[in-house]
């Protein structure tokens, strides 16, 4: 299967360069990370630069991480399951000898490609002439940073994919992906650090899916995390990934069943 | 033992009813009602390799649903279907490389990017070595002329154009089986001519074996000298065409333009006669004393013109839905 790829991902790459506008709109919308910040900075100067230890330098840290995280994991596999499903586009694409998962993946590897190459600019800008920010630049930290990308679009990838997977039982599969979207996005820590969540909800959070899509990414890089906490994280967020990877496998035979019963 | 081999082959589907309008839709929320359409049923049919048989059949028939069993779309509610040896459903990767189904209304062709960037993907996805894909891909330019259309964007070709592409994605593997879904459908008469004249020359280059419906008699009569009627899920026919033909409109249609009016009695030892308006006779002429029957014609009346033509197909086939040739 892997020396599949390489032809993959270039026919993916020709693909979404044809969509690099979309793609760019696409990056726009998750620009409510930035909005977020500026709520907060003021929420920030109303109480003397300092909310649940996060003073504004803090805050631009964070969402600033945040929103390259966000672009750098974005999925919309279930979108295309939804419309595969309800146009029939999955029919000829059941017909070829390769799960049409791989073509999923590969097109999103490419449009990660894309996003980064205009996520880092900024990034980098930012870093150079923007305000100081906190971000811990030990190697051992950045290969964690890195690691903990990889984990966090496993689970969003595979979690994204198991909600599309709805579309062969429902023709409102978007009801569930856009329910899906809205708890994760405040859940993971886009729109607020988890810590100025209630303790409870917190606890609560530690062991859920959600931090470990976009947070627990964050605190790595913004040095928020000591030895055990990541190991923690990293077991919890393998664990996630695997979860929904396992589900989402049964789920698609499941569905593959059911759609070979009642109408291709 | 036969390619394809379908032995009491049934698709059942429970079918969601719906009412029209505000109140229907809560009584069918609260209180779903299903029926259950035998979109194939109890269908039997062996194929050789290297035949070409054609599905003929009204829309609804049970035709797709046929070839996507076939395919390994479907499962079968109850029967049996084997292709190569290979149970359709099981999907095993030896039997999605040996075929292909090629749908006139979907296609597998990646819409914003040339053509040929599909055929390359095939290529990855089916394993085709470099020589084979470039020795195929050369004949298969040959037989479609497809040139300069790879390398356009495919939403900017035309449907034929379209066509004659999608068809070579299809054709990349060099399937030995083939089941070809209306590919001619809302083709113009030259490019379907194009298209029937591929699927010809690829069967007889690679003995392949097809089976072909569509809405286009002419397609069917050109490439077919089997047919499978089919109809409400049920076999109505299936063997030789002409037999078929011969059987259902034993006459042939003479039509005459006299130089001097003359009235039908005149006509009747010769056979039917289906219209008769002053100077222009339409006999229906039996098969085996057309010839015969002409030639006297002509000796005993002043003729200007005269044609010989077959019963058109279409009234045939419609003649065999409406009960007249049920198979014996």
């Known amino acids: 299967m892997l020396r599949k790829y390489p032809t993959l991902l270039r026919a993916s790459w020709s693909l979404m360069l044809e969509f690099r506008g979309e793609i760019l709109l696409w990056m726009m919308s998750s620009a409510i990370s930035l909005v977020m910040l500026v709520v907060w900075l003021s929420v920030a100067e109303d109480n003397n630069n300092s909310v649940n230890g996060f003073n504004g330098n803090d805050f631009v840290t964070y969402f600033l991480s945040s929103w390259a995280i ?158 055990n906490d990541l190991w923690f994280g990293f077991a919890l967020q393998a664990f996630w990934a695997l979860f929904f990877f396992c589900i989402a496998q049964i789920t698609w035979k499941i569905a593959l069943r059911n759609y070979s019963a009642v109408g291709a | 033992m036969s390619q394809i081999h379908v032995d009491r082959l049934s698709k059942h589907y429970q079918v969601h009813e719906k009412e029209a309008g505000l109140a229907g839709s809560l009584r069918s929320f609260f209180a779903r009602k299903y029926r259950t359409v035998k979109a194939v049923d109890e269908v039997s049919f062996d194929i050789q390799a290297g035949e070409m048989v054609g599905f003929l059949g009204p829309n609804g028939a049970g035709k797709t649903t046929t070839l996507k069993v076939l395919s390994g779309l479907l499962y079968p509610s109850s029967g049996v279907a084997t292709v190569m040896g290979h149970v359709p459903n099981k999907r095993e990767t030896a039997y999605l490389k040996q075929f292909t189904l090629v749908m006139g209304q979907k296609q597998q062709l990646m819409w914003d990017l040339p053509a040929v960037e599909t055929f390359l993907v095939n290529q990855a996805i089916y394993e085709i070595s470099q020589d084979d894909y470039d020795a195929t891909l050369k004949e298969l330019d040959q037989l479609l002329d497809l040139g300069p259309l790879m390398k356009k964007q ?71 000298e089997r047919i499978i009627v089919i109809d409400k899920g049920k076999i109505f026919y299936d063997g030789n065409f002409r037999e078929l033909i011969e059987r259902i409109a034993p006459y042939k249609i003479i039509k005459l333009q006299l130089a001097a009016p003359a009235n039908s009695e005149q006509f009747a030892a010769y056979g039917k006669v289906e219209s008769c308006n002053g100077t222009i006779v339409v006999l229906h002429v039996p098969r085996e004393r057309a010839t015969e029957s002409a030639a006297q014609l002509l000796t005993q009346f002043k003729v200007n013109d005269v044609t010989f033509e077959d019963p058109p197909v279409e009234d045939i086939i419609r003649q065999v839905f409406e009960g007249n040739a049920k198979k014996r």
């Not at chain 2, 070809?180 to 379907?192: A, N």
């Open chain 1, 70 to 227: 966000r672009n750098l994991t974005a999925v919309w596999a279930s979108w295309e399951m939804d419309s595969n499903v309800r146009e029939g586009k999955l029919s000829p694409m059941l017909l070829r000898p390769m799960n049409p998962v791989h073509w999923d993946i590969s097109q999103n590897l490419a449009e990660k490609a894309l996003r980064a190459a205009i996520v880092l600019p900024v990034v980098i800008l930012v870093m150079l002439f923007g305000p100081g920010l906190n971000i811990d630049w030990s190697l051992a930290n950045v290969l964690a940073f890195l690691v903990s990308i990889v984990g966090a679009w496993l689970i969003l990838f595979w979690a994204d994919y198991l909600m599309g997977l709805s579309a062969f039982w429902t023709s409102q599969a978007n009801a569930v992906i856009t329910t899906w979207y809205g708890i994760r996005l405040i859940l993971s820590g886009m729109v607020a650090p988890l810590v100025m969540f209630p303790a409870s909800l917190q606890t609560a959070l530690l062991w859920l899916p959600f931090r470990y899509t976009n947070s627990f990414t964050v605190e790595i890089i913004t040095g928020r995390m000591n030895g």
């Open chain 2, 154 to 224: 495919v939403r900017k070709l035309s449907l034929g154009e379209r066509m004659k592409c999608e068809l070579a994605a299809a054709m990349l593997h060099r399937p030995k089986v083939l089941f070809l879904d209306e590919p001619t459908i809302g083709l113009d008469v030259t490019m379907q001519v194009r298209i029937r004249d591929f699927i010809e020359a690829y069967n007889q280059r690679h003995g392949a074996t097809i089976i072909l419906t569509s809405h286009y008699m002419a397609d069917v009569t050109a490439l077919c």
